[in-house]
């Protein structure tokens, strides 16, 4: 059964600083990754898609993927208040009929000013 | 461009009765799915559509639980009859990549219906 693991926090951050948040998947056929951010009572949504080994930054956020070690990582440099939320790890099989997200139970990021 | 759409937001119902969950994807993405998160869970998939037809509806938990889709427009999730366990956020969301497209594109989420049964 595949398995998306995050570790709930929460995890509290200074402003101005890295935030690293993580995510390990059990299923070695999960190929792409995504990072959603989920407000309170909101909806998810989308910051980060990787599926290729490395590094893939936008602005503030960089994701990373190691799939020999099945981890995936999101960085959040300069952290500011305003990214305080839950967020949440996916893994998605892909291939004919793989549209499944597998989520994991999000980590809660506190960013204190 | 108008996001993807669910209502009620809020669903208080009595044990026994008939809930209907609607959605309103975004105009012109083929694949619409239907996701929910119960008390300390994580968010778990349930089926997906494309245009009308149910590509995978390996997360419905139980005949209790009806997905439509007529026309391939918006989608109903009916409830009947409810149970206590099916309490949770119900997530719509829609995407546009037919063909996967190396599958990274995510979807995009509407803000869910809580449904509570007492």
């Known amino acids: 059964q595949k398995e998306v693991e995050q570790n709930s926090g929460p995890l509290s951050v200074p402003e101005g600083a890295i935030a690293s948040l993580n995510c390990t998947y059990s299923?070695?056929?999960?190929?792409?990754f995504f990072w959603y951010r989920q407000y309170s009572g909101k909806s998810p949504e989308l910051i980060m898609s990787?599926?290729?080994?490395g590094d893939k930054e936008d602005g503030r956020f960089t994701a990373q993927l190691n799939k020999a070690s099945q981890y995936v990582s999101l960085l959040i440099r300069d952290s500011q208040p305003s990214d305080s939320a839950t967020y949440l790890c996916?893994?998605?099989?892909?291939?004919?009929?793989?549209?499944?997200?597998?989520f994991g139970k999000g980590t809660k990021l506190s960013v204190i000013p | 461009e108008a996001g993807v759409t669910q209502f009620p937001s809020h669903s208080v119902i009595e044990k026994g009765q008939t809930v209907t969950l609607r959605c309103d994807p975004i105009?012109?993405?083929?694949?619409l799915y239907w996701y929910r998160r119960v008390m300390g869970k994580e968010i778990k998939f349930l089926l997906h559509?494309?245009?009308?037809?149910?590509?995978?509806e390996s997360g419905m938990p139980n005949n209790r639980f009806l997905a439509e889709r007529t026309g391939g427009t918006y989608s109903t999730l009916k409830v009947q009859p409810a149970e206590l366990e099916d309490s949770g956020v119900y997530f719509c969301?829609?995407?546009?990549?037919?063909?996967?497209?190396?599958?990274?594109?995510?979807?995009?989420f509407g803000s869910g219906t809580r449904l509570t049964v007492v």
């Open positions: 299923d070695r056929v999960s190929q792409s």
């Open positions: 996916a893994a998605r099989l892909t291939g004919a009929g793989s549209y499944q997200l597998t």
């Open positions: 969301a829609s995407s546009q990549d037919r063909f996967l497209r190396q599958g990274y594109y995510g979807y995009t």
């Open positions: 105009s012109g993405h083929d694949n």
């Open positions: 559509f494309v245009k009308e037809s149910k590509q995978d």
């Open positions: 990787i599926y290729s080994n």
